[in-house]
């Protein structure tokens, strides 16, 4: 039978290998951005703007305007994503004098054959009175075609030509009232459809505390897991290094993910949500599981073999647990993979950060909790007293 924990070194030298520059990048990202990671307003409070303008083809909204805007609010950070492309949209205002029922009119203009035809969409804003057809930039559909799926149900109606583009803005924290004069410099620019005008906003005090909850809950499961382990495993010599062994690849899984999380801060501007929490939760979950499984095989060889050196007995094992833990992980990857390929992008940050925590975390309960416990046991970890001989039941 190979021996896997006889090549403990070399497992603990690739894990140095990932961690250490994972924490050189939390330390560069401090140093450059003033957190390890980039954090979204779940954690630093502030306010998301999402903002439709309509506008002509020749005057489109641009980033430095928006940017203009916000800086004229001494709001000079902000972090501005423009969301797809233009959209061409056909802007229909009744006549003064009309009294038709705007909403009755909706689907009766939708069920024109030349506009359902279309991927387009009818829709009534409520709040300028007037009936907005969007279509994809390249539709078929023409003004001539808008025109004439109103002649008969709004007479009179003029109907205007836009073009609409989507934004994402992410803010400091302001009051409503300032939040209002914010919106009304916006619709300024260009047109802003105040009808798709959205708004989330989380205050600093709240920022600080899903934080702390946060550092809670992590310190908090550490203790139940250790507590949890030490008991059960009350009748194996030395039960509080088992805890304190899934423990240490915990911390292991949790650093990796912290370091990948920090480079794709700084390469791609992912910032870390309240899903990154759970993701990162689940990995926990995951983590320690398969390291108790592990665990629970030693507890039961170590009557069973009694006379075998303690590295042998934790060896065979490893071995009689390892494609347990390997299929099961193997399924979950196989979903991810496919989520990934296939998903939609706003899932794609929590599905990865969740793929690779899992696949640390298979790694660092076979191949870190494990030969911790070997080491520990022959004194091989610096400034920690070991046994230097088999333990017996």
């Known amino acids: 039978m190979f021996n896997l924990v006889e090549k403990r ?12 520059p994972g924490i050189i990048i939390m330390v560069y990202s401090w140093l450059t951005i003033g957190a390890p990671f980039r954090l979204s307003i779940d954690f630093v409070g502030g306010s998301i703007y999402d903002l439709v303008f309509e506008a002509s083809e020749q005057n489109l909204v641009t980033e430095e305007s928006i ?7 001494d709001d000079e ?27 009755a009119a909706v689907p009766q203009i939708q069920a024109n054959s030349a506009i359902s035809s279309s991927e387009s969409s009818v829709v009534l804003d409520e709040l300028r009175n007037v009936i907005l057809v969007t279509a994809p930039t390249g539709s078929t559909i023409s003004a001539e075609d808008v025109s004439g799926a109103i002649a008969q149900i709004l007479p009179d109606a003029t109907v205007e030509q836009v073009y609409t583009n989507s934004w994402s803005v992410r803010a400091s924290f302001q009051p409503e009232e300032t939040i209002q004069l914010i ?4 619709n300024e620019v260009a047109t802003l459809d105040r009808s798709s005008f959205r708004l989330e906003t989380v205050s600093a005090t709240v920022g600080q505390e899903v934080t702390r909850t946060a550092i ?20 194996v010599p030395n039960a509080f290094r088992y805890g304190l062994c899934a423990i240490l690849a915990m911390v292991h899984d949790i650093l990796v993910v912290m370091g990948v999380m920090s480079l794709l801060g700084l390469i791609l501007g992912w910032e870390v949500d309240a899903l990154f929490l759970t993701a990162l939760l689940t990995i926990v979950g995951f983590s320690v599981q398969d390291s108790i499984v592990v665990f629970d095989r030693i507890r039961e060889n170590i009557p069973l073999r009694l ?11 490893l071995w009689e647990t390892i494609h347990r833990s390997l299929a099961t992980q193997l399924n979950a990857f196989f979903i991810m993979i496919a989520i990934l390929l296939f998903g939609g992008d706003t899932i794609q940050q929590f599905i990865l950060i969740l793929f690779v925590g899992l696949l640390t975390g298979s790694y660092s309960s076979l191949f870190t909790a494990v030969p911790l416990l070997v080491a520990w046991e022959k004194g091989e970890i610096p400034f920690v007293k070991g046994d230097h001989a088999p333990q017996e039941a």
């Open 9 to 20: 070194r070399w497992y603990f030298l690739l894990s140095a290998s990932i961690i250490v």
């Open 77 to 103: 950070n902000v972090v501005i994503q423009r969301l797809g492309m233009e959209r061409l949209r056909w802007r229909i205002t009744p006549a003064e004098a009309s009294t038709i029922d705007l909403s």
């Open 216 to 235: 809670y809950a992590v310190i908090a499961g550490a203790i139940v897991i250790t507590s949890f382990i030490v008991i059960a495993f009350r009748q």
């Open 183 to 186: 919106a009304d410099r916006l």
């Open 307 to 317: 006379g075998e050196p303690y590295e042998t007995i934790v060896n065979r094992s």
């Open 67 to 73: 940017r203009g805007v916000f800086a004229d609010f």
